[in-house]
């Protein structure tokens, strides 16, 4: 997903964040009540600096206690309070805010306030509320918070007090609840580009341009896959200053999908699974099912690379290689470890493949054939067709007179043009609602100026059907009124198309698309400029005779016909310029 003012897929970017404290600025984190832990990929701290504090040590059912969180600043937090004796069970009790406007309660094991979280990512460095002790309270309660300073800082169940009831036993520690963190998996790096010359016979490669080198293009884009007997040997690259993706699909839309993601983060990748539910954020996952994995950065062209088993039983998330799935690839900015939305569409293949199959060497698209269609099938009715109508009926009635098939010549070429406009239109208005199934809400203001075209194009063609006769009163309104609708529609085509080359689904590579849109639009005005001059020139040559005043436009003199066959040649001119810049965008289109 921009060089068009008021309208950039950069606008409804948003932070990918994954189910975890500090994956959702809101603090909805209710997915995360259980483990408290974020799965942001990155190991947590462990050497807590905030600390909690209660009003007392001893409480009965009923009792409400003070509890403060405190110490440097972070932006998100997920309190609780558990049985000391059992730290992996449910929450106890529930909580009472005491200032809403950082702090919210959560449900968590269907306990409505068993847990406290923040507001907003702003910074903070206290929080205070209560905790209402339930009447079936164990002996002894610890608070546990996990502490979010920022995406790859945080401090995982942070130990509290323990408060007691009356007149119980000590409470001692149990060994078992002393447990190391988790290791991740060994990462190395790689020291060579990737080779594709086994593309077709032992890789399983997917390539963008088709049949790209990525030992000698530094813009390839190279995914392959290669079988062992259990498991498959992935490696990934493309230009990216921020991450690489790819998933596994059972259609071309986004959602319950497997994917693997490979952030860069001060200059060090880290490669991590995750998986897509809906068309939401994606959600990192554990590495465990990962071996081998290996990156490379070099000449901005980020690399990686890993080993997972074909077949995962067990392992949630994680697809069964042996199917046949549509592949996606996607790249976008990261931002200390947080992946931000993908700015153009994914490159997906063209139909579903077995990657641990045959070898094969294919490509993809980063647009799909409906949405190619609509954007070709607008650039030729509004660019083309339309455009050289409207110079044939403005400037070419005397020019081309004589009758064709019961009407002027000029009419019939204009009419013939026009319906085509109208035709192409109505057609390419209904294929993104057949491929999105309804109206897409995240396209901004293409798709509403794209309805006004076509309510406008309708329009000109009842106009034009009960249009007055030549010489009818009401004529000169039906002519304000077509050259107005028609003025209109051109205007709110040319904006649309421009909002258009930038939509994820198309997205016209490179700055060139604005310049040469630019330079179609100054080449029309041009055009219709020199037209109107060399018209008004030749209205003028006129001759007057003194002795009867009558005044006579040179009509069938050799200075009409001069002026006739430059007319020709202008337009001659104007339709090759115009037909180069369509040949410019409907090939930029095709290689999508």
Same mark, same amino acid.
């Given at each position: 997903?921009?060089?068009?003012?008021?309208?950039t897929?950069?606008?409804?970017?948003?932070?990918?964040?994954?189910?975890?404290?500090?994956?959702?600025?809101n603090?909805?984190?209710t997915k995360?009540?259980?483990?408290?832990?974020p799965?942001?990929?990155?190991?947590?701290?462990?050497d807590?600096?905030c600390?909690i504090?209660?009003?007392?040590?001893?409480?009965?059912?009923?009792?409400?206690?003070?509890?403060?969180?405190?110490?440097?600043p #972070?932006?998100g937090?997920?309190?609780?309070?558990? +049985?000391? %004796?059992?730290?992996?069970g449910p929450?106890?009790? @529930?909580? *009472?805010?005491?200032?809403?406007q950082?702090?919210q309660l959560?449900?968590?094991e269907?306990?409505?306030?068993?847990?406290v979280?923040?507001?907003s990512?702003s910074k903070?460095t206290e929080?205070k509320?209560?905790?209402?002790?339930?009447?079936?309270?164990?002996?002894?309660?610890?608070?546990l918070?996990?502490?979010v300073e920022?995406?790859?800082?945080?401090?995982?169940?942070?130990p509290?007090?323990?408060?007691?009831?009356?007149?119980?036993?000590?409470f001692t520690?149990?060994?078992a609840?002393i447990?190391?963190?988790?290791?991740l998996?060994?990462?190395?790096?790689?020291?060579?580009?990737?080779?594709?010359?086994?593309c077709?016979?032992?890789? #399983?490669?997917?390539?963008?341009?088709?049949?790209? +080198?990525? %030992?000698k293009?530094?813009?390839?884009?190279?995914? @392959?896959f *290669?079988?062992?007997?259990?498991?498959?040997?992935?490696e990934?690259?493309?230009?990216s200053?921020?991450y690489?993706?790819?998933a596994f699909s059972h259609?071309?839309?986004?959602?319950?999908?497997?994917?693997?993601?490979?952030?860069?983060?001060?200059q060090?990748?880290h490669?991590?699974?995750?998986?897509?539910t809906?068309r939401?954020?994606?959600?990192?996952?554990?590495?465990d099912?990962?071996?081998d994995m290996?990156?490379?950065?070099a000449?901005?062209?980020?690399q990686?690379?890993?080993?997972?088993?074909i077949?995962?039983p067990?392992v949630?998330?994680?697809?069964?290689?042996?199917?046949?799935?549509?592949?996606?690839?996607?790249d976008g900015?990261?931002?200390d470890?947080?992946?931000?939305?993908?700015s153009?569409?994914?490159l997906?293949?063209y139909?579903?493949?077995?990657? *641990?199959g045959y070898p094969?060497n294919?490509g993809?698209s980063h647009?799909?054939l409906?949405?190619k269609?609509?954007?070709?099938?607008?650039?030729?009715?509004?660019m083309?067709?339309?455009?050289?109508?409207?110079?044939i009926?403005?400037?070419?009635?005397?020019?081309?007179s004589?009758?064709?098939?019961?009407?002027?010549?000029?009419?019939?070429?204009?009419?013939?043009?026009?319906?085509?406009?109208?035709?192409?239109?109505?057609?390419?208005f209904?294929?993104p609602?057949?491929?999105?199934?309804?109206?897409?809400?995240?396209?901004?203001?293409?798709?509403?100026l794209?309805?006004?075209?076509?309510?406008?194009?309708?329009l000109?063609?009842?106009?034009a059907?009960f249009?007055?006769p030549?010489?009818?009163p009401?004529r000169?309104?039906?002519?304000?009124?077509?050259w107005s609708m028609g003025?209109?529609?051109?205007i709110?085509?040319?904006a649309?198309?421009?909002?258009?080359m930038?939509l994820?689904?198309?997205?016209?590579?490179?700055?060139w698309?604005?310049y040469?849109?630019?330079?179609?639009?100054?080449?029309?005005?041009?055009?219709?400029?020199?037209?109107e001059?060399?018209?008004y020139r030749?209205?003028r040559?006129?001759?007057i005779?003194d002795?009867?005043?009558i005044q006579i436009?040179?009509?069938?003199?050799?200075?009409?016909a001069?002026?006739?066959?430059?007319?020709?040649?202008?337009?001659a001119?104007?339709?090759?310029?115009?037909?180069?810049?369509?040949?410019?965008f409907?090939?930029?289109?095709?290689?999508?």
């Open positions: 997903m921009m060089a068009v003012p008021g309208f897929l950069g606008a409804f970017i948003l932070l990918l964040l994954v189910s975890s404290v500090a994956n959702y600025p603090g909805k984190v995360s009540c259980r483990g408290m832990i799965e942001h990929g990155h190991t947590p701290q462990s807590p600096t600390r504090s209660v009003s007392q040590m001893t409480f009965r059912p009923g009792d409400q206690i003070k509890v403060a969180l405190s110490g440097p #972070f932006k937090f997920l309190l609780e309070a558990r +049985d000391a %004796e059992n730290l992996s929450p106890i009790g @529930s909580f *009472t805010l005491i200032d809403s950082v702090s959560l449900t968590c269907d306990i409505q306030g068993s847990a979280s923040h507001t990512p903070k929080i509320v209560y905790w209402n002790a339930p009447s079936s309270a164990p002996n002894h309660i610890k608070f918070a996990t502490v920022k995406y790859k800082i945080y401090w995982v169940k942070i509290g007090p323990i408060i007691s009831q009356p007149n119980v036993l000590p520690t149990p060994k609840t447990a190391s963190m988790p290791t998996p060994p990462v190395s790096h790689l020291t060579k580009s990737f080779n594709a010359s086994d077709g016979n032992k890789k #399983f490669c997917i390539r963008h341009p088709l049949n790209c +080198d990525p %030992e293009e530094l813009a390839c884009v190279f995914l @392959s *290669t079988r062992d007997a259990k498991s498959v040997m992935v990934m690259r493309g230009p200053k921020g690489l993706s790819f259609d071309r839309w986004m959602g319950d999908d497997d994917a693997y993601v490979c952030i860069l983060e001060d060090t990748v490669i991590q699974p995750s998986h897509l809906g939401s954020h994606p959600v990192m996952d554990s590495r099912p990962l071996e290996a990156w490379r950065l000449d901005g062209v980020l990686c690379s890993f080993r997972r088993n077949t995962l067990g949630k998330n994680r697809f069964d290689l042996n199917a046949s799935y549509y592949i996606f690839l996607a900015a990261a931002d470890g947080r992946i931000h939305k993908h153009r569409q994914p997906i293949t139909e579903k493949y077995n990657v *641990t094969e294919i993809g647009s799909l409906l949405l269609v609509h954007g070709a099938l607008m650039f030729v009715a509004w083309t067709t339309v455009s050289i109508g409207v110079l009926a403005r400037f070419f009635k005397p020019v081309w004589k009758a064709l098939f019961g009407d002027a010549a000029w009419f019939q070429v204009h009419r013939m043009l026009m319906l085509t406009t109208s035709a192409l239109t109505f057609i390419a209904l294929l609602f057949i491929y999105r199934g309804g109206w897409n809400w995240h396209a901004g203001y293409h798709p509403y794209g309805c006004i075209v076509m309510i406008l194009a309708v000109q063609l009842l106009s059907a249009r007055p030549l010489h009818d009401r000169q309104m039906f002519n304000w009124t077509h003025t209109a529609a051109r709110i085509a040319v649309a198309m421009f909002l258009g930038d994820p689904g198309l997205n016209l590579p490179g700055p698309k604005t040469a849109m630019i330079g179609f639009v100054a080449w029309h005005v041009g055009t219709e400029i020199v037209l001059v060399h018209t030749l209205s040559k006129v001759e005779l002795d009867d005043r436009l040179q009509s069938f003199t050799a200075a009409e001069e002026g006739y066959a430059f007319k020709k040649a202008v337009l001119i104007y339709v090759f310029g115009n037909l180069t810049f369509l040949t410019m409907l090939s930029a289109i095709n290689h999508l």
